[in-house]
């Protein structure tokens, strides 16, 4: 990789984290602190920015100025001039793109063309480097990119065009800021003299933007692109991964760069005392906050682990957090985006908390006197009333024995909604790691695990009206049915899904064993996300079965990506549950708006002719004597294929916790009560 001269406001970016770790430069004088970047190469003198610095800099003297041998002087230490690339002269700013792509081994684009940005185009023209997906939407390049990098940890690349081009890919970009997706989005602009003048397809996408991104630029110069480019990919896969944005207008990626560049940073090489000393005090106060954490650990009765996307983001995470559920005898819950960070076979496992999470894991919290949250924000949706969330951690912190620890690596999100007792700053995994060897082995904790036990007993997933031979399809048993055929292929298979009741009943009913194979949106809960994050996942990962788990209002919203799927043969599969309406809204207008349904039902198209005449099998489940037959037909299928399930209308999804309540004040499924509410339903005239 070509190091390159990072910018003052990329390094704003990235915290200095990379000035912390490097070195300083050593002046002699006042003169040698005059910055290196105010001067070219070209204008100093060449005796002292070429000479070796083997001897420092004889004081000055009356007579120093007439020294004959004045041009002999040693340089100043570390002054040094840095060499220039002369590697990208001659070509433009798009052949410039596109030989930063192949030294950053980037292997596929998703993007779409416009006048803006052809220049760009016009240099990856029949490229052999990297693969080209070309969506039939903006949004749709967005999220597949999002798939892309959700499922191979790499970062999702975006190449669009200005104006409507850019601001389509909004939505995907806060969508990445809010899960923490790395995603890199080049979009195009128009000429830099046009640029506030209102000219066609001209948006201020940087300030549009801002608020959406870990960082953005726009690029001035052809000089400065290798640059910007290579600290986008840096800045989006640093600490907290997240979407950055390059703008690029057109007469940059048109021009030609007639100069060679900086190549090496300037950066200072060694660290100074204050990096080292604040290296080391931050060295001592993390092994102080381990031993804290350690001992809590170790006196807690009744702990659980609480785990989020944060520890995927390291490869070990998984592996490390088993270690210590192992070691400890803890149980395991995880959050929405952290399904597949602990094997659900395990009896440890809690399965995912929350508004539509397990009950026992919202016990769990509730009575747990030690909460360990690992890589996770305690969002709202898994809080609950906030006042009232963990009483007993609470409760224990007050009397030293336990209370509430935060592993995290995005400082702001550390005591943002939740105070925390103790929190362990920096990557989830390896402070894990730090910790175990602190940690006292535990073979059991029978009281716990017996409570834990007890409320699985009484309340579990399996809890729903049961599907019947003639009945209509239940959803929950399709979703059972799935996870039971592809049993023996979990680890190469990869689930995504839109937003709504079908991405709960997924969460709810697969069973998750394997990292990086849950692909949702979880933060911003982007309708639409399910089939272009497919598309990406599949380019990804081309061996494993994609299955794109969508709700009928939801694949509505970007249904037209079936067709990059059959242009390019992408072979992801959609199991798409059809209950003809916004199953999640009409969910909550049943229970809190005496079923007033208002504009959630829509009319939708005949799925199985429009798959088709995009060029993608497709079939449809009815009759439930069929499902093992069509789930398999839909699996085995080659190519994209479409399975349209006829399912059953105004099925709740339990558990959950309504607005306001505490984890613990949950519904579930009664069978009384669901006869009441279905009698409730019929008086007021509503379609059961």
Same mark, same amino acid.
């Given at each position: 990789m070509m190091p390159l001269r990072p910018s003052k406001s990329a390094l704003r970016a990235l915290h200095y984290q990379r000035y912390m770790t490097s070195g300083r430069r050593y002046f002699t004088s006042s003169v040698a602190a005059v910055s290196p970047h105010r001067f070219s190469a070209q204008k100093r003198a060449q005796s002292t920015a070429t000479a070796s610095a083997s001897e420092s800099r004889p004081a000055p003297s009356p007579a120093f100025n007439q020294d004959p041998h004045r041009n002999e002087v040693s340089p100043l230490q570390n002054r040094n001039v840095p060499e220039l690339d002369d590697s990208f002269v001659g070509l433009s700013g798009g052949e410039i793109f596109h030989e930063m792509m192949l030294r950053l081994g980037v292997k596929h684009v998703f993007g779409y063309p416009g006048g803006a940005i052809l220049p760009v185009f016009d240099a990856i023209y029949n490229s052999k480097h990297f693969d080209f997906v070309l969506p039939r939407h903006e949004q749709g390049a967005g999220h597949m990119?999002?798939?892309?990098?959700?499922?191979?940890?790499?970062?999702?690349?975006?190449?669009?065009?200005s104006g409507p081009g850019a601001t389509n890919v909004i939505t995907p970009m806060q969508d990445a800021?809010?899960?923490?997706?790395?995603?890199?989005?080049?979009?195009?602009?128009?000429?830099?003299?046009?640029?506030?003048?209102?000219?066609?397809?001209?948006?201020?996408?940087?300030?549009?933007?801002?608020?959406?991104?870990?960082?953005?630029?726009?690029?001035?110069?052809v000089a400065e692109l290798p640059r910007r480019i290579q600290e986008a990919f840096e800045i989006a896969t640093s600490g907290r991964p997240g979407p950055v944005l390059v703008d690029l207008p057109k007469d940059i990626t048109a021009?030609?760069?007639?100069?060679?560049?900086?190549?090496?940073?300037?950066?200072?090489?060694?660290?100074?005392?204050?990096?080292?000393?604040?290296?080391?005090?931050?060295?001592?106060?993390?092994?102080?906050?381990?031993?804290?954490?350690?001992? =809590?650990?170790?006196? *807690?009765?009744? !702990? &659980?682990?609480?785990?989020? %996307? +944060? @520890?995927?983001?390291?490869? #070990?995470?998984?592996?490390?957090?088993?270690? =210590?559920?192992?070691? *400890?005898?803890? !149980? &395991?819950?995880?959050?929405? %985006? +952290? @399904?597949?960070?602990?094997? #659900?076979?395990?009896?440890?496992?809690?399965?995912?908390?929350?508004?539509?999470?397990?009950?026992?894991?919202?016990?769990?919290?509730?009575?747990?006197?030690?909460?360990?949250?690992v890589g996770a924000?305690?969002?709202?949706?898994?809080?609950?009333?906030?006042?009232?969330?963990?009483?007993?951690?609470?409760?224990?912190?007050?009397?030293?024995?336990?209370?509430?620890?935060?592993?995290?690596?995005?400082?702001?999100?550390?005591?943002?909604?939740?105070?925390?007792?103790?929190?362990?700053?920096?990557?989830?995994?390896?402070?894990?790691?730090h910790l175990l060897p602190h940690v006292n082995a535990v073979s059991e904790r029978p009281e716990w695990f017996a409570q834990i036990n007890d409320w699985k007993a009484r309340f579990p997933f399996s809890l729903y009206e049961k599907q019947s031979s003639e009945g209509p399809i239940k959803p929950q048993t399709l979703i059972e049915k799935l996870s039971d055929l592809t049993a023996?292929?979990?680890?190469?298979?990869?689930?995504?899904?839109?937003?709504?009741?079908?991405?709960?009943?997924?969460?709810?009913?697969?069973?998750?064993?394997?990292?990086?194979?849950?692909?949702?949106?979880?933060?911003?809960?982007?309708?639409?996300?399910?089939?272009?994050?497919?598309?990406?996942?599949?380019?990804?990962?081309?061996?494993?079965?994609?299955?794109?788990?969508?709700?009928?209002?939801?694949?509505?919203?970007?249904?037209?990506?079936?067709?990059?799927?059959?242009?390019?043969?992408?072979?992801?599969?959609?199991?798409?549950l059809n209950n003809e309406e916004q199953g999640m809204v009409t969910q909550w207008q049943n229970l809190f708006y005496e079923d007033r349904y208002s504009h959630t039902h829509q009319k939708n198209p005949d799925f199985v002719p429009l798959a088709q005449s995009m060029g993608v099998a497709a079939d449809k489940l009815v009759n439930p004597a069929d499902m093992e037959e069509k789930l398999k037909w839909l699996i085995e299928s080659d190519g994209p294929a479409l399975l349209e399930v006829i399912t059953d209308r105004k099925v709740p999804v339990l558990p959950m916790v309504p607005a306001g309540c505490a984890l613990h004040e949950f519904l579930v499924f009664d069978e009384a009560k669901e006869k009441e509410r279905k009698a409730l339903m019929r008086k007021r005239k509503v379609i059961v």
């Amino acid at each position: 990789m070509m190091p390159l001269r990072p910018s003052k406001s990329a390094l704003r970016a990235l915290h200095y984290q990379r000035y912390m770790t490097s070195g300083r430069r050593y002046f002699t004088s006042s003169v040698a602190a005059v910055s290196p970047h105010r001067f070219s190469a070209q204008k100093r003198a060449q005796s002292t920015a070429t000479a070796s610095a083997s001897e420092s800099r004889p004081a000055p003297s009356p007579a120093f100025n007439q020294d004959p041998h004045r041009n002999e002087v040693s340089p100043l230490q570390n002054r040094n001039v840095p060499e220039l690339d002369d590697s990208f002269v001659g070509l433009s700013g798009g052949e410039i793109f596109h030989e930063m792509m192949l030294r950053l081994g980037v292997k596929h684009v998703f993007g779409y063309p416009g006048g803006a940005i052809l220049p760009v185009f016009d240099a990856i023209y029949n490229s052999k480097h990297f693969d080209f997906v070309l969506p039939r939407h903006e949004q749709g390049a967005g999220h597949m990119a999002e798939g892309y990098a959700r499922a191979s940890g790499l970062p999702g690349v975006v190449l669009v065009t200005s104006g409507p081009g850019a601001t389509n890919v909004i939505t995907p970009m806060q969508d990445a800021l809010s899960d923490g997706t790395p995603m890199v989005v080049f979009c195009g602009q128009v000429p830099t003299s046009l640029i506030g003048t209102d000219s066609f397809q001209e948006a201020d996408v940087i300030g549009i933007s801002r608020a959406c991104t870990k960082w953005n630029v726009m690029v001035k110069s052809v000089a400065e692109l290798p640059r910007r480019i290579q600290e986008a990919f840096e800045i989006a896969t640093s600490g907290r991964p997240g979407p950055v944005l390059v703008d690029l207008p057109k007469d940059i990626t048109a021009g030609i760069l007639r100069k060679p560049i900086p190549m090496n940073s300037t950066i200072p090489s060694l660290p100074s005392a204050a990096s080292m000393a604040a290296r080391e005090l931050g060295m001592k106060q993390l092994e102080n906050t381990i031993g804290r954490v350690a001992r =809590l650990v170790n006196v *807690a009765k009744k !702990p &659980v682990l609480y785990v989020g %996307q +944060g @520890l995927l983001a390291n490869p #070990e995470g998984p592996k490390i957090l088993k270690e =210590l559920a192992d070691k *400890a005898c803890i !149980p &395991v819950t995880t959050t929405l %985006q +952290g @399904l597949g960070g602990f094997d #659900e076979l395990d009896s440890k496992a809690l399965h995912m908390l929350g508004m539509h999470g397990s009950a026992y894991a919202n016990m769990a919290m509730q009575e747990a006197d030690l909460i360990i949250a690992v890589g996770a924000r305690f969002d709202d949706r898994v809080t609950g009333n906030i006042t009232k969330f963990a009483p007993q951690a609470k409760l224990a912190a007050s009397e030293d024995r336990g209370g509430i620890v935060h592993f995290e690596i995005m400082p702001k999100n550390i005591n943002k909604v939740v105070q925390a007792n103790e929190a362990v700053e920096g990557d989830c995994a390896d402070n894990i790691r730090h910790l175990l060897p602190h940690v006292n082995a535990v073979s059991e904790r029978p009281e716990w695990f017996a409570q834990i036990n007890d409320w699985k007993a009484r309340f579990p997933f399996s809890l729903y009206e049961k599907q019947s031979s003639e009945g209509p399809i239940k959803p929950q048993t399709l979703i059972e049915k799935l996870s039971d055929l592809t049993a023996h292929m979990k680890d190469r298979t990869i689930i995504s899904t839109g937003v709504g009741q079908h991405q709960m009943w997924a969460a709810q009913h697969f069973r998750w064993r394997h990292p990086r194979t849950m692909i949702t949106s979880g933060g911003l809960g982007t309708m639409g996300y399910g089939l272009p994050a497919a598309i990406g996942a599949k380019v990804a990962c081309p061996d494993a079965l994609v299955v794109d788990i969508d709700g009928d209002a939801s694949f509505n919203m970007t249904l037209t990506e079936l067709s990059t799927a059959a242009q390019f043969n992408i072979g992801v599969k959609v199991l798409l549950l059809n209950n003809e309406e916004q199953g999640m809204v009409t969910q909550w207008q049943n229970l809190f708006y005496e079923d007033r349904y208002s504009h959630t039902h829509q009319k939708n198209p005949d799925f199985v002719p429009l798959a088709q005449s995009m060029g993608v099998a497709a079939d449809k489940l009815v009759n439930p004597a069929d499902m093992e037959e069509k789930l398999k037909w839909l699996i085995e299928s080659d190519g994209p294929a479409l399975l349209e399930v006829i399912t059953d209308r105004k099925v709740p999804v339990l558990p959950m916790v309504p607005a306001g309540c505490a984890l613990h004040e949950f519904l579930v499924f009664d069978e009384a009560k669901e006869k009441e509410r279905k009698a409730l339903m019929r008086k007021r005239k509503v379609i059961v």
